[in-house]
């Protein structure tokens, strides 16, 4: 079969996505996350607590529940319906840290868990600090 022949019927039969509807829902889903993260710091505040210590205290909250579900199996199909709104916030990443943990407990805590937990969030971190390191040398160019 020819390669042209081959991609028109791969095209014809990949069952077509609804990019607005995924990027209205995403949007619903991680707005919803945003204002419970909200509402729990003015309720923390509430108890005298700061609103910096509130913001960590809903953040691990956050990657908390994150890592309960991925241990339940069941955030991978949460996933599947809130989509990108679920998994872009700091519990995707919680959840990749912990799948992975998951993935290889049973090589040990050393050669299993300690050396496998960062198999899929080690380039997250990488290119996150590659990129602040990058940023800060323009930065320090231009202004001095």
Request: net charge positive; glycine share 10%; with cysteine.
């Amino acid at each position: 079969m020819k390669d042209n022949k081959y991609q028109q019927l791969v095209k014809k039969h990949t069952p077509k996505e609804d990019k607005l509807k995924h990027a209205l829902i995403a949007f619903l889903v991680g707005g919803s996350l945003g204002l419970i993260a909200n509402i729990l710091v003015t309720i923390f505040n509430s108890f005298g607590i700061s609103s910096k210590d509130s913001a960590i205290i809903v953040l691990l909250i956050y990657i908390f529940l994150a890592c309960l579900f991925t241990s339940l199996g069941f955030f991978d199909n949460l996933v599947a319906i809130c989509l990108c709104g679920l998994i872009i916030p700091i519990t995707g990443f919680a959840h990749s840290i912990c799948s992975s943990m998951l993935d290889y407990k049973k090589d040990g805590l050393v050669t299993g868990i300690g050396s496998n937990s960062f198999k899929l969030a080690g380039s997250v971190i990488l290119y996150g600090i590659l990129s602040a390191f990058i940023l800060v040398i323009i930065k320090v160019i231009l202004y001095g």
